[in-house]
């Protein structure tokens, strides 16, 4: 029979036709069945904002590992598709395409701009279901949504209303971060603090009545125009006379009084405090406590309002240099200095952010937040590694109430309508941006859709709320709401809750949590029982993938030039538990040459299975009738180390311990497998006599690939699903369908997940194979370090024993060592004096002695180790003089040093070398 086997394993020609079978097939698809029971995962919904990064590889493949894992293990397993909109970061993509057409969303509308913000995702949707694709990914395509689609839409309306009815959602005013570019709200997680070097200004503030002044230190001048109060600590013996008194605001002129309160820090700056309520968060709370108007300075856009008087208009930032120069001219600046501290950024484009007061939407977090930290104590949900539990706890104890209103046109909208007869007396005195319809008035009605009439007065002219909801709003919901919540599906019934969720740490908070309590709230029942964090993925210089820094190479790219499954091993096994992921292409030659090794070993088991005229007699490790002591030492050690293997693998996916399986599934099948099992039996297989060596050589690593191939599938699909196929229909051609063989499976993917047989662990067989092993390398050493051939010339060695039960278990594996080590003669015995003329390895209870004489030069080899040793010492003398010489240790670079000791070091070591070598020549 012939193998169409190309030389070289070509990724290009392989994934595409295999992933259009699993896909055609229905391999991907899990419906309700009550007789299996699920897994679910729900993939974390990349945004659409372009295309999917390595940090994206990174966790999809964690999650197409366990998929795939489970489904082989027998599970009705869904992995759950879907995308998010991303509210902000969309609606800023989309806006940058409109100036670059030298336009903008207030120019074309909010209509037209949402549309256009459709077709973009429609786009971006596109190129990321490809790169899944391509990645391998076995979602249920057939269940794909998105944040805004209409199931998803009605559930977020169902969700809003269900909170507001039980008083967790509410509107008022309240200070919250706002972004002066994208003119919205935010909440704590979408800010970025960083540090910034600053200032510190001191400013002299005149009592209004007799002389002196107060003196205080901010960073921010320019908010000094909204003061409407100094504070100072009621403790601060320094103050104790002048609380109560007024000093006058300079620039302004304004009088302001002079407060006591405990917030004060008496060590900071001069120890007194400018209250500016409607610019600091602090400040508000400070205002509030103690009765103070919080003018508004800085407008919306991030320039000064007319509060701030002869300085409306200014970019905050030039206000700040103004007033600092006026305050110079008249004498009231008393004292300036640099100053580091941590300010405020946006997640999205990097704007120093703005405090400020305005009327938006709130969830009541305290109330949600109980019930979620108890299932994390009690270990309903565990969190992998379990030091992130610790995060979460930080996260739930200190949560604030969460601000879900946005001032963005791309989003789900607020399903809130605001009766146009009657008054809101909260938004007549809201701070809230002068643009239409944010002044429209009215008292608000939660509904799904427009209300027939006010419930307070009877009307029936509405308007709905303009703003939209935060992302994560919608995003919160996703485990349940892609199951068709909030209708009881049979999909929400059977695969509610899922699994496991895979993510990174940096959203712990603001999504994993939120999800939690969602599902708390909303079923009753937890989202996931298994969270598995990750790190993210950096260059191999430790730095942050990003195109500025161009080192964020389109995974496309990569799975073109090394292939999917080349990709996704070596991205795994470069991870570390927890740990970021330090990548470079250079690495994923890695995975690449892994499988052609495989490739490689697989066609060469393939082959002779096809060469062979009979494979009905291949015995069956897998029947129980079968006997180990019936098999040649290295079938016994592969089958132990086989079912080693196996338990391990499937103890570090249980412990999401991914870089450990793909690292034992990688030594046991390029070195275990490939370096030494099909090495030793190639004579054994190539036979040309029927014998029952051959068939069980054969049927042995006709099971070994097998169960190898079903190991490594979930880490590297396309390659095994080729091999498998291969093998499959081969055995089936033959007749030859040992056990569970590739002959009842139409796909690997649906394959049994391998059990660990113990009948066929051995730890016998480990030892004395493991001492063979340790033999033969020892031997090609002596080779290397000779510069001989790996096969020729043949060699002789004595093996001196200590221990004489040693000296018989190792007799009857003569030939083996001989064959392995390409011995023309091997003599062994218990304590045997050493050969003269020969080189020695030392191993444990044993010595091994390999002849030279006859095999090398000795004379000539002797020479050539005198003058590199002679050589050597010269430069060891060097070395020590320069080390000896204080002048070039003071004076020399402190690198140029350290190398010069790394250099000696050596040295010495290659001294010492060559002079055993010389030695054992005699």
């Known amino acids: 029979m012939e193998l169409n086997l190309p030389p070289r394993y070509d990724p290009a020609s392989v994934e595409g036709r295999w992933y259009r079978f699993w896909e055609e097939g229905g391999y991907f698809k899990a419906d309700p069945d009550p007789k299996r029971k699920p897994y679910t995962i729900v993939i974390p919904p990349p945004n659409v904002t372009g295309m999917l990064h390595l940090g994206h590889v990174l966790n999809i493949t964690f999650q197409d590992i366990l998929t795939r894992w489970r489904r082989m293990q027998g599970y009705n397993a869904l992995w759950q598709p879907g995308t998010d909109h991303a509210g902000i970061a969309m609606q800023t993509v989309v806006e940058r395409m409109l100036e670059a057409e030298g336009t903008s969303r207030h120019a074309i509308g909010r209509e037209r701009f949402v549309e256009r913000v459709w077709a973009v995702k429609e786009k971006h949707l596109a190129i990321i279901n490809e790169q899944l694709r391509r990645l391998g990914a076995s979602l249920d395509w057939r269940r794909e949504r998105f944040t805004m689609d209409e199931g998803l839409s009605r559930a977020v309306r169902e969700v809003f209303i269900r909170l507001y009815q039980k008083g967790l959602v509410y509107r008022d005013k309240f200070m919250i971060n706002w972004c002066p570019n994208h003119r919205t709200a935010l909440s704590n997680d979408e800010v970025v603090h960083q540090t910034v070097q600053g200032g510190l200004w001191w400013i002299r503030y005149p009592f209004k009545e007799g002389q002196g002044s107060v003196t205080v230190a901010t960073t921010r001048p320019e908010t000094m125009l909204g003061d409407t109060a100094v504070a100072v600590n009621p403790d601060d013996p320094r103050y104790t006379a002048v609380v109560g008194r007024t000093v006058i605001l300079p620039l302004m002129n304004r009088e302001i009084p002079v407060i006591a309160d405990p917030y004060v820090d008496k060590e900071f700056g001069t120890g007194a405090l400018k209250i500016t309520p409607a610019h600091d968060p602090n400040d508000f709370t400070i205002g509030r406590r103690h009765g103070l108007a919080a003018p508004c300075v800085i407008a919306p856009d991030g320039t000064m309002s007319a509060e701030a008087g002869p300085y409306a208009g200014l970019d905050r930032f030039e206000c700040r240099k103004r007033v600092v120069a006026d305050l110079k001219a008249l004498g009231l600046l008393e004292k300036h200095e640099t100053h580091t501290h941590e300010v405020g950024h946006c997640q999205r484009c990097d704007t120093v952010l703005e405090p400020y007061i305005s009327l938006q939407w709130f969830v009541?977090?305290?109330?949600?937040?109980?019930?979620?930290?108890?299932?994390?104590?009690?270990?309903?949900?565990?969190?992998?590694?379990?030091?992130?539990?610790?995060?979460?706890?930080?996260?739930?104890?200190?949560?604030?109430?969460?601000?879900?209103?946005?001032?963005?046109?791309?989003?789900?909208?607020?399903?809130?309508?605001?009766?146009?007869?009657?008054?809101?007396?909260?938004?007549?005195?809201?701070?809230?941006?002068?643009?239409?319809?944010?002044?429209?008035?009215?008292?608000?009605?939660?509904?799904?859709?427009?209300?027939?009439?006010?419930?307070?007065?009877?009307?029936?002219?509405?308007?709905?709320?303009?703003?939209?909801?935060?992302?994560?709003?919608?995003?919160?919901?996703?485990?349940?709401?892609?199951?068709?919540?909030?209708?009881?599906?049979?999909?929400?019934?059977?695969?509610?809750?899922?699994?496991?969720?895979?993510?990174?740490?940096?959203?712990?908070?603001?999504?994993?949590?939120?999800?939690?309590?969602?599902?708390?709230?909303?079923?009753?029942?937890?989202?996931?029982?298994?969270?598995?964090?990750?790190?993210?993925?950096?260059?191999?210089?430790?730095?942050?993938?990003?195109?500025?820094?161009?080192?964020?190479?389109?995974?496309?790219?990569?799975?073109?030039?090394?292939?999917?499954?080349?990709?996704?091993?070596?991205?795994?096994?470069?991870?570390?538990?927890?740990?970021?992921?330090?990548?470079?292409?250079?690495?994923?030659?890695?995975?690449?040459?892994?499988?052609?090794?495989?490739?490689?070993?697989?066609?060469?088991?393939?082959?002779?299975?096809?060469?062979?005229?009979?494979?009905?007699?291949?015995?069956?490790?897998?029947?129980?009738?079968?006997?180990?002591?019936?098999?040649?030492?290295?079938?016994?050690?592969?089958?132990?180390?086989?079912?080693?293997?196996?338990?391990?693998?499937?103890?570090?996916?249980?412990?999401?311990?991914?870089?450990?399986?793909?690292?034992?599934?990688?030594?046991?099948?390029?070195?275990?497998?490939?370096?030494?099992?099909?090495?030793?039996?190639?004579?054994?297989?190539?036979?040309?006599?029927?014998?029952?060596?051959?068939?069980?050589?054969?049927?042995?690593?006709?099971?070994?690939?097998?169960?190898?191939?079903?190991?490594?599938?979930?880490?590297?699909?396309?390659?095994?699903?080729?091999?498998?196929?291969?093998?499959?229909k081969l055995l089936a051609r033959r007749g030859a369908l040992p056990g569970e063989g590739p002959g009842p499976a139409p796909s690997v993917m649906i394959a049994p997940w391998p059990q660990a047989d113990e009948r066929w662990r051995n730890p016998e067989a480990e030892a004395t194979f493991g001492q063979v092993q340790e033999i033969v390398r020892a031997i090609r050493n002596i080779r290397k370090k000779m510069g001989l051939a790996d096969r020729t010339p043949r060699l002789r060695v004595t093996l001196s024993i200590a221990d004489p039960a040693t000296e018989v278990m190792l007799r009857p594996h003569r030939a083996l060592i001989c064959d392995q080590a390409a011995l023309e003669d091997l003599t062994s015995g218990v304590s045997l004096p050493k050969p003269p003329a020969s080189a020695t390895a030392v191993l444990p209870g044993m010595e091994a002695y390999v002849a030279l004489e006859g095999v090398i030069d000795l004379e000539a080899e002797r020479k050539r180790l005198r003058d590199q040793l002679d050589k050597a010492r010269k430069f060891l003398e060097g070395s020590e003089r320069k080390l000896a010489n204080a002048a070039f240790l003071e004076k020399a670079p402190k690198e140029v040093v350290e190398k010069e000791y790394q250099q000696n070091a050596r040295l010495r070591e290659d001294i010492a070398r060559l002079e055993a070598n010389l030695a054992e020549l005699g």
Request: aromatic share 12%; proline share 8%; hydrophobic share 40%.
């Open 364 to 728: 009541r977090m305290k109330p949600l937040a109980e019930r979620a930290r108890k299932v994390a104590e009690n270990k309903s949900i565990r969190f992998w590694p379990a030091r992130w539990e610790t995060m979460y706890y930080h996260w739930i104890d200190t949560v604030p109430d969460w601000p879900i209103s946005r001032q963005l046109w791309w989003g789900h909208r607020i399903p809130a309508w605001y009766c146009q007869d009657c008054p809101d007396p909260k938004l007549a005195a809201a701070d809230r941006p002068p643009e239409p319809p944010y002044g429209i008035g009215g008292f608000p009605v939660v509904s799904a859709s427009q209300p027939d009439k006010c419930p307070r007065c009877g009307g029936t002219r509405f308007v709905q709320d303009a703003d939209v909801l935060d992302t994560w709003f919608s995003s919160w919901l996703w485990p349940f709401s892609t199951l068709g919540w909030p209708d009881e599906t049979a999909d929400l019934r059977h695969f509610y809750p899922t699994d496991t969720l895979v993510t990174g740490p940096d959203i712990l908070g603001f999504w994993v949590a939120r999800m939690i309590m969602a599902g708390l709230e909303f079923l009753d029942a937890i989202p996931f029982r298994d969270v598995f964090i990750h790190g993210i993925v950096r260059d191999d210089q430790g730095r942050k993938m990003s195109k500025s820094l161009g080192n964020s190479p389109d995974p496309l790219d990569v799975m073109n030039e090394y292939g999917a499954d080349a990709l996704r091993f070596s991205i795994i096994l470069i991870t570390a538990t927890g740990q970021d992921a330090f990548y470079s292409n250079e690495k994923v030659a890695i995975g690449r040459n892994f499988a052609n090794k495989l490739w490689n070993a697989s066609r060469l088991v393939l082959t002779n299975l096809a060469e062979s005229p009979d494979l009905s007699d291949l015995s069956d490790p897998t029947d129980p009738s079968y006997r180990p002591e019936d098999l040649a030492l290295e079938d016994r050690w592969i089958l132990s180390r086989l079912t080693a293997t196996i338990g391990a693998v499937t103890e570090s996916l249980e412990s999401f311990r991914f870089n450990e399986a793909a690292s034992t599934l990688y030594d046991f099948i390029w070195h275990e497998l490939c370096d030494w099992y099909l090495e030793v039996i190639k004579p054994r297989i190539r036979s040309a006599e029927a014998s029952a060596s051959r068939f069980a050589a054969q049927g042995v690593v006709a099971h070994v690939l097998d169960r190898a191939i079903r190991l490594l599938h979930p880490f590297a699909p396309f390659l095994t699903e080729e091999i498998w196929q291969h093998l499959g």
